[in-house]
């Protein structure tokens, strides 16, 4: 069943039970209540394989949107970062043409909705839209127009852009050409926001997580080995079989960054923060006051 087709059951009755029960086949939150109806529905819809009750690929999509806009909701809808870095709160995107590449289903761009902001995003899995846009009519919000794409070939005219946004999103682009086509499509002195994984956080973070057999050591070490290889040569040498947007995500150190950064003609604006285990980066197009 296509996502158009299922828009009813994700804004009409006993949605809010669907939503906890797909959030929650992608982390572990807590459910309530009896589930067997909302486990049927997402079995209907082919969200849910009948027999193994896994998720297939559509109810992947599915149930990270879910998951993203249940956390949405619980941080009382704003942006992940709003309430620990006070410099950026919404009024650096007040007044301006804002981007998020790599927005998802599109929470952040949700928070950013009643500034007087124009928004877009640039996402590449077609389905993230369509629930984006389901997920948006619930909440009573305008249309936020996501264009299908990726950061290496961005859909915008030179000089468009007051400010991008980039969350959790640049470890599974091609950072060299993603900061390239940035700095295309912002206007002089335009501003770049990114917040992500960099190696040392990753690397401690992870790592305990491998010792306490709570994650893949294999899925580990081919992030490392790709994380230093796109280091050394600009490129994944362990590429992705499953085709999954984020399935081969590198985690460049801070360093390498702001040095890529530099090359594509940012400067920082204030120095890398550090939130929890990421590392937020706030610069840009230099030589312009
Ligand atoms: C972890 S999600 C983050 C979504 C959103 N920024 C948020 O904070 O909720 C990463 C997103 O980046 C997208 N993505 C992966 N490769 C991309 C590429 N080359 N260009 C643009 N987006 C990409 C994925 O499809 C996914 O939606």
């Not at 899925?219 to 079989?241: C, E, K, Q």
Request: net charge negative; with cysteine.
């Amino acid at each position: 069943m296509s996502l158009d087709a299922a828009r009813q059951y994700l804004l009409g009755d006993g949605s809010d039970a669907l939503i906890a029960f797909m959030a929650a086949q992608s982390v572990d939150l807590a459910q309530t209540g009896d589930t067997s109806l909302p486990k049927a529905r997402a079995v209907e819809l082919g969200w849910l394989d009948p027999v193994t009750e896994q998720r297939t690929a559509t109810g992947i999509f599915v149930s990270d949107s879910c998951r993203e806009y249940l956390f949405w909701q619980k941080r009382d809808r704003k942006l992940p970062f709003e309430n620990t870095l006070a410099h950026l709160g919404r009024a650096v995107f007040k007044d301006k043409h804002v981007c998020e590449i790599g927005a998802g289903m599109g929470a952040n761009l949700m928070s950013l909705a009643t500034t007087n902001t124009k928004l877009c995003g640039v996402e590449p899995v077609d389905a993230y839209i369509v629930l984006g846009d389901i997920f948006r009519e619930r909440e009573g919000l305008e249309p936020i127009e996501i264009r299908i794409g990726g950061a290496e070939a961005l859909p915008f005219e030179a000089d468009e852009v007051d400010l991008i946004l980039l969350v959790s999103a640049h470890q599974y682009f091609d950072i060299h050409l993603a900061l390239k086509e940035i700095a295309r499509v912002l206007r002089p002195g335009g501003e770049l926001i990114l917040i992500g994984g960099t190696l040392w956080p990753y690397f401690t973070q992870i790592g305990r997580q491998v010792i306490a057999g709570k994650s893949s050591p294999k899925d580990f070490l081919i992030t490392v080995t790709n994380t230093l290889s796109y280091m050394a040569f600009g490129r994944r040498i362990i590429p992705s079989r499953s085709g999954f947007s984020t399935a081969r995500p590198v985690y460049p150190t801070r360093a390498a960054m702001k040095r890529w950064m530099r090359a594509a003609g940012f400067e920082q604006v204030v120095e890398p923060d550090s939130i929890e285990d990421e590392t937020c980066f706030f610069v840009k197009q230099s030589g312009i006051e």
